[in-house]
């Protein structure tokens, strides 16, 4: 089994001990800093009604869907959604994760190429999210041009609305909702393949994630990633010895956490304290996770 390269990752994701932008004004004590991935972009607190759409994506490289794996991989999101809103109501949250997909007449895929080497080559090209962008606007495209002509009144930004922002506005004026996850799947039924959230942590670039997986815990892990949330284990991008450190205490801290082990079952995992407060579940973070994540230099912005 290919399960040594199974990994997951975030683009452009801010290692551990970067991630905190520093914002604000000066206290006398320490700075306060904003986490680059709360309460930002798209998806901003994992509460109230949530839309998770799925866009199955046909391709040469990652394979073509048919109705069965399509069926299969909603059963998946549906179980990862049903996970997440358990650990809601556990911790008394109110959370309405409503799974959509891109129907006309059925659920059917649209078609994008993928660049040579899958999702994995074209993450360790030179310019990742560029080609990554343009990949997902054409899948997007198809989906926008399904929608009733009046669903896609709204743009977010005023100027070179891109495909991604069409589709994103028509899914919150359709579901009534600002909090939509776009999840784009790729059917790579037989070869390894990563799974990414892109964008999190940018201000001008819509988030999404690209699942290669079927595996619930993985679908859950992406989702929690566009809520804001960050990676606890050690992916192949950290480098620095001070970031590694800082995930392995996370790990040890966290043994159940879904964030630190994407590849074991659901049912065996839970959303810890720390991105509780990544994803809006927790208005501070406490103390012991706010010096995980900042090595004790600044003070966490509250939300
Ligand atoms: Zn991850």
């Not at 509780?276 to 973070?285: C, D, K, M, Q, V």
């Amino acid at each position: 089994m290919a399960y040594r390269t199974l990994y997951i990752v975030v683009i452009a994701m801010l290692l551990l001990a970067s991630c905190a932008l520093l914002t604000g004004p000066r206290s006398p004590e320490k700075r306060e800093a904003h986490v680059a991935t709360v309460d930002n972009n798209v998806c901003k607190r994992l509460r109230g009604k949530v839309v998770i759409y799925g866009v199955f994506v046909d391709s040469k490289i990652g394979g073509v869907w048919s109705t069965h794996d399509i069926r299969s991989t909603l059963d998946s999101v549906r179980v990862a959604a049903d996970w997440i809103m358990s650990q809601a109501q556990s911790k008394g949250i109110e959370l309405d994760l409503v799974v959509a997909s891109h129907e006309k007449g059925g659920v059917v895929p649209v078609r994008s190429e993928l660049g040579r080497g899958g999702l994995s080559g074209m993450l360790s090209s030179v310019s990742p999210a560029v080609s990554l962008d343009r990949w997902a606007d054409k899948a997007c495209r198809q989906v926008q041009s399904s929608f009733p002509r009046d669903t896609a009144r709204i743009t977010l930004t005023k100027h070179g609305a891109k495909d991604r922002e069409r589709s994103i506005a028509a899914l919150r004026d359709r579901h009534g909702t600002d909090n939509v996850a776009l999840v784009l799947f790729i059917n790579n039924y037989y070869g390894s393949e990563t799974s990414v959230a892109v964008h999190t942590g940018s201000t001008s670039s819509i988030e999404y994630a690209v699942v290669a997986f079927k595996r619930p815990a993985v679908i859950a892990h992406e989702i929690l990633h566009l809520f804001g949330a960050l990676d606890l284990y050690i992916t192949p991008y950290d480098s620095k010895k001070e970031a590694e450190k800082r995930k392995r205490f996370a790990m040890e801290r966290f043994p159940k956490e879904v964030m630190a082990f994407p590849f074991r079952g659901l049912d065996s995992l839970e959303i810890g304290t720390l991105t509780e407060y990544l994803i809006g579940w927790r208005r501070e973070a406490l103390p012991e996770d706010e010096a995980l994540l900042t090595a004790g230099k600044v003070r966490l912005a509250k939300y």
